[in-house]
Nanobody, 124 residues
Framework: QVQLVDSGGGLVQAGGSLRLSCAAS????????MGWFRQHPGKEREFVAC????????YYADSVKGRFTISRDNARNTMYLQMNNLEPEDTAVYFC?????????????????WGQGTQVTVSS
């Protein structure tokens, strides 16, 4: 089992920045893909970005490419999402997730482990 705790959300003005963190514990290894998803009210969870833990390979949704950066710190078993130039449309609950595989997937149902979510609100 893998436990994920995400944090770092908050209220920010449009154009501002936030950094989300996701601390992993339990049966962690390098053979994981970890990702960030977000959920707008009344909508399904949508893919934001993911990273293959062993190689650092990253993959982004088009809507955040060039504004968000996903990274990981092996020593701290922590993943980050640096969000710059935030827009009101980025307002959502953000979740970190993990899957015990090296394959990259952007579908939420491919991820078995989830954090509790952290609210990001961007005011215009």
């Amino acid at each position: 089992q893998v436990q994920l705790v995400d944090s770092g959300g908050g209220l920010v003005q449009a154009g501002g920045s936030l950094r989300l963190s996701c601390a992993a514990s339990g049966r962690t290894s390098t053979n994981y893909v970890m990702g960030w998803f977000r959920q707008h009210p009344g909508k399904e969870r949508e893919f934001v970005a993911c990273i293959r833990w062993s190689t650092g390979y990253t993959y982004y949704a088009d809507s955040v490419k060039g504004r968000f950066t996903i990274s990981r710190d092996n020593a701290r078993n922590t993943m980050y999402l640096q969000m710059n130039n935030l827009e009101p449309e980025d307002t959502a609950v953000y979740f970190c997730a993990a899957r015990a595989s090296l394959a990259i997937f952007s579908s939420a149902n491919q991820y078995a482990y989830w954090g509790q979510g952290t609210q990001v609100t961007v005011s215009s």
